[in-house]
């Protein structure tokens, strides 16, 4: 156990931080309600600054540093990868919204599915930033049971036409691509009639429409397809394997552990605020009841922190990490939750605004208003805790009603 | 970064494993639980065989010196094992104080006897309900003569000596204060068996009159030695908590596999599953905490105060939830005396308790991150 850089791992940490130095500013007082600005609305307040961002990476290989060399990346490890976003996260940069999900899970899925062309076409413009991808599983009738997804795609010649509905598209409003998970037959039980394809956002078949959130931001999206025509060619897998396309997709998605997940608000930046508090008895950070609640978020956050070593640990011995991944949203989610809600008790009565009206920029009511969707988005808490029942401690699965049924002939309540 | 144990500390632990498995079943456990004996001697005796006693200490004082990290595996197989012998008492605390403040002849006469397992060693702190603190802190250590009451003292029927912390001069803060090594044989001191949540892990008040004792440091450090090495056994118990937690878990999922109630396996209720997934997740936490703790301890890193407080309030809070969690899932046979269930319930609450509550290493925590700016 050695919990120091190795030689190579600290030359390559000093290499970051001068690049890093050179090309972006120390992290100010509003970063941390700039990043979950970023991540409520899917983009830095300004998109061109969140793509000039990261086209200087790509530039640099850091965008993408675990992919090879003619992807966008710079064939470097895990290892090195962590250790560039854990540099990152000191600085004032966009934390990468946009490209997170075309990245971390849609070019995965074209880099084992796709085939050559699509390869050479995709993988490069998405690193650098040029193309943005949004992943359009989710629907008004399938949210947790994605596998009841209604959207149909027939078959007609050489080509595809597809109707239907998606919701909850994370960055669809500015998405070039996007990854489609469709029925294409209803005769077979749920899981087995799916088929993935990826298609062109801009298509005049294809309409958004942004969802306002609770937050008053807009991340997500409402996406409808009206006989949008799909080539042969754009369809990833085989026909009525989508479902286990979709497993790849979001397998990939526990692959990318160590990324600035939770927004920047955590026991630092509430002890910054309880230092500048005075409460009845006293400083803030004095406060009997205030340390304790801050120990307790402490020891979660940094059981988290070493948790994600240990899984990187075990990928740089050429292991899989498996669904305990699963446990970091539902520890990151609820913690920023509940850290906003205690700060805001301790602003007291000014805790009640927000925006520059509120104290530290109003960053905690930020994370309070954010919060719910972060304990939703990409798979409730509940569905989370079933997996790690189901698939890291290996309790039975609940009663599956649907269970060997025809899609269509399952109960839907409508 | 490699944040993993090597190759060889795994062999150990299994090694270790499967060892406990065979001398160490449950039913030794109980043994202890529900008779008059403070621990089981042959397993006591089976464990100084193998070597674990001395795991750090040095070859010189007559240990195996492997090291820390070798120590963290072995402390998390008897966590497992809820094993009732003294060894927390005797090497997380007494030997751990011999090296860190004693002399070359302290470390001669105490460390050799410790790895061959014939000395069992304790370490004294509290003289009533409430915090430890220099304050409360009234016994006596002047002119070699130790007086004053301590109570709660784990294994202290056993042991053939201890450290006391006591004051030793009229100064009220933590200069006032020194430690004494006493042999508990020699006249002045007087024990007496006291009822504990874990008889298990039997407890005993000593009372010192006069009882003749050598200094451990210089007078004065009393409180800052007592403060390095309850770090340092925070982390060595953090793994027995871990082991614990774990056992917990797995005990808790085994029934949810085997218990039918509505026509179906109870572990196929969500109410279950999502229970067992926090049991789960606090353990992960709890277990990585305690591996920068081992790192930490193993590296005798700057960052050991703070690994050592958040190893400990994770792992008493992870294993306190196992616990209570473990028995709410076997039902009503889970509160029977006959199952194993309660075992752990009290050992992860004494645990808890033994080296300073929860409240008071939290305390610690957040005063290690306003000095490390780490916060």
Redesign the interface.
């Known amino acids: ?6 030689q190579d ?1 600290a030359a390559f940490r000093a290499e970051a931080n001068t690049w890093l130095s050179a090309n972006a500013r120390p992290r100010g007082a509003k970063s941390a309600k700039d990043d979950i600005e970023e991540m409520e609305n899917g983009a830095a307040g300004e998109m061109a600054a969140s793509k000039a961002w990261q086209k200087k990476k790509a530039q640099a290989g850091y965008a993408r540093i675990t992919w090879p060399k003619g992807m966008g990346g710079m064939g470097g490890t895990p ?1 090195q990868s962590i250790i560039f976003n854990q540099e990152e996260a000191k600085y004032d940069v966009p934390v990468g919204a946009p490209f997170a999900i075309g990245l971390g899970m849609c070019i995965p899925t074209l880099m084992t599915y796709g085939d050559d062309a699509a390869k050479k076409r995709y993988i490069v413009p998405a690193v650098q930033g040029d193309e943005i991808w949004c992943q359009l599983f989710s629907e008004p009738a399938g949210g947790s049971d994605v596998a009841g997804l209604r959207t149909r795609a027939e078959k007609k010649g050489d080509e595809w036409v597809i109707n239907g509905q998606k919701i909850w598209t994370t960055g669809a409003q500015f998405s070039d691509y996007g990854i489609l998970l469709t029925r294409t037959d209803a005769n077979v039980p749920k899981h087995k009639g799916l088929t993935m394809f990826y298609i062109d956002m801009h298509d005049p078949a294809v309409e958004v429409r942004p969802i306002k959130q609770a937050s008053g931001g807009s991340g997500f999206n409402e996406v409808f397809f009206t006989d949008l025509k799909v080539k042969d060619s754009q369809r990833l897998g085989e026909v009525g394997q989508g479902w286990q396309v979709a497993l790849t997709t979001l397998m990939h998605e526990r692959l990318a552990v160590g990324g600035g997940q939770g927004g920047g608000l955590d ?2 930046e509430l ?1 910054g605020l309880a230092r500048t508090l005075e409460l009845e008895d006293g400083p803030a ?1 004095k406060n ?1 009841s205030v ?2 609640k ?3 978020w ?3 956050s ?6 994600t ?2 899984t ?3 990928l ?2 050429g292991k899989q990490p498996g669904p ?1 991944a699963s ?1 970091a949203k ?2 990151v989610a609820s913690k920023l939750q509940d850290i906003s809600a205690f700060a805001m008790e301790l602003e007291g009565e000014a805790g009640a605004l927000k925006g520059e009206d509120a104290p530290a920029h109003g960053a905690f009511q930020m994370g309070w208003m954010s919060a719910p969707g972060l304990r939703i988005a990409g798979g409730t808490d ?1 569905i ?3 997996i ?3 698939r ?8 599956r009603v649907d269970k060997d049924v025809p899609f269509n002939k399952m109960p839907s309540g409508r | 970064m490699n944040f993993d144990f090597s190759d060889d500390q795994k062999m150990l632990r299994d090694s270790a494993r499967k060892f406990l498995s065979e001398k160490c079943a449950t039913k030794t456990v109980r043994k202890v639980f529900e008779g008059a004996q403070g621990y089981d001697k042959d397993l006591w005796k089976q464990i100084a065989q193998m070597g674990w006693l001395g795991t750090a200490i040095p070859e010189e004082f007559g240990g195996l010196g492997l090291g820390y990290l070798e120590l963290c595996v072995v402390a998390e197989e008897l966590g497992r094992a809820i094993a009732p012998v003294p060894f927390s008492s005797t090497v997380y605390l007494f030997a751990e104080a011999i090296l860190a403040a004693g002399t070359d002849e302290q470390k001669k006469k105490y460390l050799p006897k410790i790895a061959s397992g014939e000395l069992i060693g304790t370490f004294a702190r509290a003289e009533g309900a409430g915090a430890v603190t220099p304050k409360s802190t009234r016994a006596t250590f002047k002119g070699g003569k130790l007086s004053g009451k301590k109570i709660a003292v784990v294994d202290g029927m056993d042991a053939d000596f201890a450290i006391v912390l006591a004051r030793s001069s009229d100064d009220a803060g933590e200069r006032g204060t020194a430690l004494a090594i006493v042999d508990l044989k020699s006249a002045g001191v007087a024990r007496r068996a006291e009822d504990s949540i874990d008889p298990s892990r039997k407890h005993a008040e000593i009372t010192f009159d006069n009882a003749g004792a050598e200094a451990l440091g210089k007078a004065g450090d009393g409180w800052q030695i007592t403060s390095r090495v309850l770090d340092r056994a925070a982390i060595l118990t953090a793994f027995e908590q871990v082991g614990g937690a774990d056992v917990c878990l797995v005990m808790a999922k085994d029934y949810a596999m085997q218990r039918y109630a509505f026509g179906r396996l109870i572990g196929s209720y969500q109410a279950i599953k999502h229970k067992l997934a926090d049991m789960y997740i606090n353990t992960e936490l709890a277990r990585s905490n305690a591996y920068y703790g081992a790192w930490a301890l193993s590296t005798n890193a700057r960052e050991l105060p703070l690994a050592a407080a958040a190893a400990r309030v994770s792992a008493t809070q992870a294993f306190d939830y196992a616990a209570k969690e473990n028995t709410q899932t076997h039902g009503g046979i889970g509160y029977t005396w006959q199952m194993d269930c309660h075992f752990f319930y009290k050992r992860s609450r004494e645990l808890g308790l033994s080296l300073g509550p929860q409240r008071s290493w939290k305390d610690k925590l957040v005063s290690q991150l306003e000095l490390s700016n780490a916060g």
């Open positions: 156990m050695d919990f120091e850089d190795t791992e290892m026991v630092k002890m950070l009997a340390r304790e801050i120990a307790d402490y020891v979660r940094a059981g988290l922190k070493y948790t070593y240990r990187m640990t075990a740089s011995q305990e446990i539902i520890v509940e989370l805790r079933n790690i029942a189901e890291v401690l290996g309790l039975p699965q609940d009663v």
